[in-house]
Every structure is written in structure tokens, then in C-alpha cells.
Nanobody
Framework: QVQLVESGGGLVQAGGSLRLSCAASGRTFSRYAMGWFRQAPGKEREFVAAIRWSGTTFFGDSVKGRFTISRDNAKNTVYLQMNSLKPEDTAVYYC?????????????????WGQGTQVTVFS
């Protein structure tokens, strides 16, 4: 069992930056692939970024070049650095974990989810 707790959300002006953190419980964190998804009001949950245990990263088209994902296995934490934020980035951001190595852009691949953290970008 893995528990995930997101933090770092908040209110930021367009063009600004935020860093989200996701702290995971469990001693096998380094074996999980970790992902970030987001959900805006009235919209489906959308893939943002993922990172395999090896460090290989994947990004959704809408955030490529602006967001980066990283992990610190010693701290059981994954990070999402968000730069050049836009109002359309406003959403609840969720952290997720999976043993899967493939199709990390798909919600169905993930076994564990956090409660989410709100990010609001104003212009």
C-alpha cells in the first residue's frame, strides 16, 4: 500500500512558477513510476507528466517545455516544477503511483492516487 500526499499548490500570476511536491509512504518508492495529472472544473482528468524509476520522463503536449518532473528516492518524493504558468493550467493536480513501465499517460495504469492540490493561475 502506498499513500501519496501532494503539497505546494496555490495562487500564482500568469507567467509565474510553482513547485508541487508529492510525498509517498512505503519502502519501495524507488520501484514505482510516478505521474502527475490534473483536472479542471467540468473537464476530464488530464495527463501532465510522469517519471519512471530510471529517471525517464514523459510530458503532456500542453506542458512540454514549461514543466519538469523529478524524483528524490531518498526522500520518497516526486516534484513537478511548473514555469511560465498560464490561466489554462488552473486545476487540481494529482500525484499517482504505479508499478507499470508503459502507457504512463493513461489514468488506468495507476494504482495509487493522492488527494490533490489546487493550482490557480490568474491573469
Amino acid at each position: 500500500q502506498v499513500q501519496l500526499v501532494e503539497s505546494g499548490g496555490g495562487l500564482v500570476q500568469a507567467g509565474g512558477s510553482l513547485r508541487l511536491s508529492c510525498a509517498a509512504s512505503g519502502r519501495t518508492f524507488s520501484r514505482y513510476a510516478m505521474g502527475w495529472f490534473r483536472q479542471a472544473p467540468g473537464k476530464e482528468r488530464e495527463f501532465v507528466a510522469a517519471i519512471r524509476w530510471s529517471g525517464t520522463t514523459f510530458f503532456g503536449d500542453s506542458v512540454k517545455g514549461r514543466f519538469t518532473i523529478s524524483r528524490d528516492n531518498a526522500k520518497n518524493t516526486v516534484y513537478l516544477q511548473m514555469n511560465s504558468l498560464k490561466p489554462e493550467d488552473t486545476a487540481v493536480y494529482y500525484c499517482a503511483a504505479t508499478y507499470s513501465l508503459n502507457r504512463l499517460w493513461m489514468l488506468q495504469e495507476y494504482d495509487y492516487w493522492g488527494q490533490g492540490t489546487q493550482v490557480t493561475v490568474f491573469s
